[in-house]
């Protein structure tokens, strides 16, 4: 028998639960929502997805009246704050907007039945499931948010220099592009550049410039400049 709920109630119409509502209906699922705040989930539900900012879990699993599993979507979070529900997380290690097709799925449960629906419902949506302990979680959310959104603020600081030269931030696309997948392919064996070549000299005039022309980023500059040492060592 299917674990996939028979309608799924998504609670939150942010990002993720804009993103998540659609996906699920697009395959096949019965699914109310993205709820907003204050309105009420409707009755006879067998699940509850809630997609609201982490703070706020505990406090809209409160306001669902017992009887249908409920799941939480983030990454840094326990079952804890789901309690007394029979609950589940399924944590998509994907930003949005983007497809989730292919992304992991950290899933949890607090029964066989509710982990099996948190795999379900990722699997519908072709996301690929792994499990985390709960000791484990601040560490693989640090990674995930490591991974995507300080690469954002570092596209973004590279983006600011770069605009002191006249040039503008297109012209880094496809160098970022062609440095994830060399990344993706080769992992640290990707890296290019002057540290890798043991030239200092460059990285020294790269210093200055720095320091002149957007001395906020020097600090940025050289704890990755030492990260990136180490990389090579
Ligand atoms: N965005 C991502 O890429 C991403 C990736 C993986 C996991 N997640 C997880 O997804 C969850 C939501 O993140 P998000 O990025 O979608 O945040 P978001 O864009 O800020 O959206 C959160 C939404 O929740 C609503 N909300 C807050 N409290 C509510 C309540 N009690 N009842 C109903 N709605 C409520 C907010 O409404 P108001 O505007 O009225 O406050 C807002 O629409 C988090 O747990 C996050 O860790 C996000």
Known sequence: MSSLPRHCVVVGAGRMG???????????????????????????????????????????AQDVAPGPLVGHVSGATTLAPLAPHEAFSLHPLMTVPATFEEAGAAIAGTTDRALDTARALAEALGMRTFEVADEDRAAYHAAASMAANYLVALEDAAERLLATTG????????????????????????????????????????????????????DLFDALANSTRELVA
């Open 18 to 60: 804009s993103a998540l509502a659609a996906a699920l209906r697009a395959a096949g699922l019965d699914v109310s929502g993205p709820l907003r705040r204050g309105e009420r989930c409707p009755q006879g539900t067998d699940c509850v997805l809630l997609c609201v900012p982490d703070a706020e879990i505990g406090k809209a």
């Open 167 to 218: 040039a503008s931030r297109e012209l880094l696309v496809p160098l970022v592009r062609a440095t994830v997948e060399n990344w993706a392919r080769d992992g640290a064996r990707a890296l290019t550049g002057p540290i890798a070549r043991g030239d200092e000299q460059t990285v020294e005039r790269q210093r200055a410039a720095v320091e002149e022309r957007a001395p906020e980023l020097l």
